[in-house]
């Protein structure tokens, strides 16, 4: 069956340091990788797809299919990352979302 | 704004009636999703549409749920004979179906208030 896990609920860092908001999958195809953020008040919004392989705002993600993992990245935390991080697989014919982890960054 | 829409964006209702929500999708996204998300859950998958054609529904979709897309553009939920276990927010997102534009574009939601 798919799934996605996020392991933290919660994840505070401070400003300036590194952050990594853990992504584990389970799929039997070949999976498509998203992380999605929701700041406050928003929409969920797409923030990257591992097939871009693009890097946005300072955020990098790497599809590690041994170890069925896509961990969000960013070496220096700014305090408007702070968000609620989705991570979620495509399917085929839905997304699947993790429960999502609650960043915050502190001054 | 060109993105998808949703509305109404807030709904209370009391338990028994019947709502409907309306989500309009971005106009050449020919697949639509309806996801529903409750507190500290990630959005839980509903069902989906390729234009006009309901492919899959989750069995989180009771018979008391029913979703319509009828020309292909934009789509309706209905919940009938409400419950409070309904309460959540609704999210709608439409996205392509090729594979390398296939990143799904959300709604900000219809939240549900069953009293």
């Known amino acids: 069956a798919q799934r996605v896990t996020q392991p933290e609920k919660l994840l505070s860092v401070f400003k300036g340091a590194p952050v990594e908001l853990k992504c584990n999958y389970s799929y039997s195809g070949s999976p498509e990788l998203f992380w999605y953020v929701q700041y406050s008040r928003q929409r969920l919004q797409l923030l990257l797809r591992h097939i871009s392989r693009e890097s946005i705002k300072g955020f990098t993600a790497d599809l590690n299919k041994g170890e069925t993992s896509f961990h969000l990245k960013k070496p220096f935390a700014q305090e408007e990352d702070s968000a609620m991080y989705y991570c979620a697989l495509n399917g085929g014919n839905q997304f699947y979302f993790g429960t999502g982890t609650s960043l915050t960054v502190i001054p | 704004d060109t993105g998808v829409s949703q509305d109404p964006r807030h709904k209370i209702t009391k338990r028994g009636q019947n709502v409907t929500f309306r989500c309009d999708p971005i106009s050449e996204h020919n697949r639509l999703y309806w996801y529903r998300q409750t507190l500290g859950q990630g959005p839980e998958f509903l069902t989906y549409f390729q234009n006009e054609a309901q492919l899959e529904k989750s069995r989180l979709l009771s018979d008391r749920f029913s979703a319509e897309r009828p020309k292909g553009s934009f789509s309706t939920l209905e919940i009938q004979r409400t419950e409070q276990g309904d309460s959540a927010m609704y999210l709608c997102?439409?996205?392509?179906?090729?594979?390398?534009?296939?990143?799904?574009?959300f709604g900000q939601g219809t939240r549900l208030t069953v009293v």
């Open positions: 997102a439409s996205s392509l179906s090729t594979g390398q534009l296939m990143k799904a574009f």
